[in-house]
T-cell receptor, first 109, second 113 residues
Framework: GNSVTQMEGPVTLSEEAFLTINCTYT??????LFWYVQYPGEGLQLLLK?????DKGSNKGFEATYRKETTSFHLEKGSVQVSDSAVYFC????????FGAGTQVVVTP | ETGVTQSPTHLIKTRGQQVTLRCSSQ?????VSWYQQALGQGPQFIFQ???????GRGNFPPRFSGLQFPNYSSELNVNALELDDSALYLC????????????FGSGTRLTVV
């Protein structure tokens, strides 16, 4: 069946540091891939998406590239801010959303 | 455009009771899904509705049931509540098709005591 594996957190960074959150998936066929972000006490917000191999999704300085050969969709940001502190979820869609366990990111001033 | 709204925001129920959670989809969206998110975990798919018909279900028992109405709003019903049902329940709406992102509501925090 389909599954998503993402790196465990928490990931603690200083402001302006580079962020990478690894995400790999297992799926039959070619699903669409998503990153969602969840701030404390809130629902999930779509951060970015990619619908086919080699697509790059980007939003608010975050980027992720759909890599079919490595079945990966790693999230990156070049310079994080304190406001980026949240839980990030990688997900794939093949009729429904299948989420990873989430990675908590803590950015300190 | 309006987003996805869920009600109530918080709820406390006793084991064995029944609960109904409500969701209003984003305008124009014809698909609604429900997810259960236990503390510290990723959301788990419960079921999905398209045009008032269930068209996908996760690994949840039959005491989890739902409805979608002609205006695309939706309900999640849980019978015979168990302590493990305590979680954040998230509703998400979308257009049909795997390429569309889902818009999530802020969720209903259910506590079963």
């Amino acid at each position: 069946g389909n599954s998503v594996t993402q790196m465990e957190g928490p990931v603690t960074l200083s402001e302006e540091a580079f962020l990478t959150i690894n995400c790999t998936y297992t799926a039959t066929g070619y699903p669409s891939l998503f990153w969602y972000v969840q701030y404390p006490g809130e629902g999930l917000q779509l951060l970015l998406k990619a619908t086919k191999a080699d697509d790059k999704g980007s939003n608010k300085g975050f980027e992720a590239t759909y890599r079919k050969e490595t079945t990966s969709f790693h999230l990156e940001k070049g310079s994080v801010q304190v406001s980026d502190s949240a839980v990030y979820f990688c997900a794939l869609s093949w009729g429904k959303l299948q989420f990873g366990a989430g990675t908590q990111v803590v950015v300190t001033p | 455009e309006t987003g996805v709204t869920q009600s109530p925001t918080h709820l406390i129920k006793t084991r064995g009771q029944q609960v109904t959670l409500r969701c209003s989809s984003q305008s124009g969206h014809n698909t609604v899904s429900w997810y259960q998110q236990a503390l510290g975990q990723g959301p788990q798919f419960i079921f999905q509705y398209y045009r008032e018909e269930e068209n996908g279900r996760g690994n949840f028992p039959p005491r989890f049931s739902g409805l979608q109405f002609p205006n695309y709003s939706s309900e999640l019903n849980v019978n015979a509540l168990e302590l493990d049902d305590s979680a954040l329940y998230l509703c998400a709406s979308s257009l049909t098709g795997r390429n569309y992102g889902y818009t999530f509501g802020s969720g209903t925090r259910l506590t079963v005591v």
